[in-house]
């Protein structure tokens, strides 16, 4: 008596861990790459260098203080004539944005001079003096002072930016690094199924030739299809290690450091895409208004708008107002020299005006011609990167709609293909089918389901990448951004 053909049909989808590990999720994933990535890491240093850049800057407003000291002597043989001066002098310079330079200082100079015929007494001066030198061409203005700090926070702004579009970049290739890890998890298990499905088949032919019902041939068949149910278990795998490097990779792991990631533990299984889709016109709103490119062109146009204000700054002339005022004190000694020039003994002050022009203002008219064609290739550049925007979210938003009726498509296609298989199983059992006819409709079932799953990572990818554009991503996976900020 012939046994009834039992052929398992291959599972539609994983519901299931494939291994006995715990399993991997996508928020553990991603939490290890927002900590260990490579990439993410070296991003991060930028807005440190920008930020030491900007106090560098400032630091040309910062209180300068001086401090000098000299002895000189000289003596004549001839006459017995004898010459020993001492001095001393301290003080501070501040320099404001405005452009003003202030200096306050003070002096004490010793002087003692001997003669043959007699000495005269010693004379120390004391001074207490104060000097504003204001630029009213060239350097004045708080636009043009500051031009190199605020050039310097536009620069740590684009940092910022730039370490935000890094940490986009970062989670969606680890979340399509995680989903591709579960695209062929489950494609593995799918191949296991159908070895499985490849061996009862086999065991049915084997059975129904020896009792005369087939020959060889159909045996050979059953063989073959089982050989290459086996080939595909082993071309999978090889995919799958593939893509578990890519994910340990994204998450920072290292074979010689404490964290690795274990080559056979298991992730999520794709998740069933539910039909929405976004509005385009919101995600193109989205992502003009949080696009990293974007705001990091800004910055680097605010820059070169500074540098184009630098420029027409060096290329006016020096016209400097210079204003001196001090008081003067004299005695035999140095407290007393001080104290008679607190009593303003003396006082001295004066105005006056510099002014210089290199002759022809070449070089600084070339740099003003460069920094204003600089501004314009940045101004550009803005419109090209916003134009490739547009067309970016464009295309994801078109890709994923066309995918969301692919996935409609391919769930209809297993359905019928399952259908097809049983039908051609049951005729086979009944004597009414041909085995290649049983091995064509487990093919096509086949090839429907890696449609199927095909069609969902697809999808997945095609969220990911609109997400990372609308600037959607960080809210898909609960994550507050948190960019460093100037001090």
Do not use: C
Request: cysteine-free; hydrophobic content about 40%; glycine content about 4%.
């Amino acid at each position: 008596m012939i046994r009834k053909l039992v052929i398992p049909l291959a599972i539609s989808s994983i519901t299931v861990p494939l291994f006995a590990q715990d399993v991997l999720d996508l928020d553990e994933a991603i939490n290890q790459s927002i900590e260990n990535n490579f990439t993410y890491r070296i991003a991060r240093v930028d807005p440190e260098i920008a930020r030491d850049q900007v106090t560098a800057e400032s630091a040309a407003f910062d209180t300068e203080i001086f401090i000098s000291g000299e002895v000189a002597q000289s003596e004549s043989a001839a006459s017995g004539n004898s010459y020993d001066q001492r001095s001393l002098n301290a003080g501070a310079t501040k320099r404001l944005v405005h452009g003003t330079r202030v200096t306050a200082s003070t002096a004490l100079n010793r002087s003692d001079t001997r003669f043959t015929s007699g000495s005269t007494p010693l004379s120390q001066d004391a001074d207490f003096s104060l000097s504003i030198r204001q630029p009213l061409l060239k350097g004045y203005g708080k636009q043009s002072n500051t031009a190199f700090l605020e050039r310097a926070k536009a620069g740590f702004s684009a940092t910022r930016a730039n370490l935000k579009g890094t940490i986009q970049d970062v989670l969606a290739q680890t979340e399509f690094a995680y989903w591709q890890v579960a695209r062929w998890q489950e494609q593995l298990a799918l191949n296991e199924s159908n070895l499985k499905v490849a061996e009862a088949l086999l065991e049915e032919a084997m059975e129904r030739q020896r009792v005369g019902l087939v020959t060889q041939i159909e045996v050979l068949q059953a063989e073959a299809f089982r050989a290459e149910s086996r080939e595909d278990i082993i071309e999978t795998t090889r995919i799958l290690g593939d893509a578990y490097d890519h994910l340990m990779e994204m998450m920072g792991a290292l074979p010689d450091t404490g964290f690795t990631m274990e080559a056979g533990r298991a992730v999520q299984a794709l998740p069933d895409a539910d039909g929405t889709i976004p509005d385009f016109d919101q995600s193109w709103t989205m992502a003009l208004n949080s696009d990293p490119a974007l705001a990091a062109q800004e910055a680097q146009i605010e820059q070169r708008q500074l540098d184009q204000i630098a420029a027409k700054d060096a290329a006016r002339a020096n016209l400097d107002l210079v204003l001196s005022g001090a008081y003067s004190g004299n005695d035999d000694d140095a407290q007393g020299a001080y104290g008679n020039a607190f009593d303003r003994d003396g006082h001295a002050w004066s105005i006056g005006l510099e002014f210089s022009m290199p002759w022809s203002r070449r070089e600084e008219r070339a740099n003003q011609r460069i920094t204003d064609k600089r501004l314009q290739k940045e101004e550009i550049r803005y419109q090209s990167l916003k134009q490739s925007l547009y067309r970016d979210v464009r295309s994801a938003w078109r890709s994923l709609s066309a995918v969301q009726q692919s996935l409609e498509a391919a769930r209809l296609t297993v359905s019928l293909q399952e259908a097809s298989f049983e039908r051609e199983k049951s005729k086979y059992a009944q004597g009414l089918s041909a085995f290649r006819d049983v091995l064509e409709a487990q093919r096509d079932l086949d090839q429907a389901r890696v449609r199927l799953l095909q069609s969902k990572f697809t999808k997945l990818s095609a969220e990911i990448d609109l997400a990372n554009l609308s600037g959607r991503l960080f809210q898909r996976h609960g994550i507050a951004v948190d960019l460093p900020e100037l001090n």
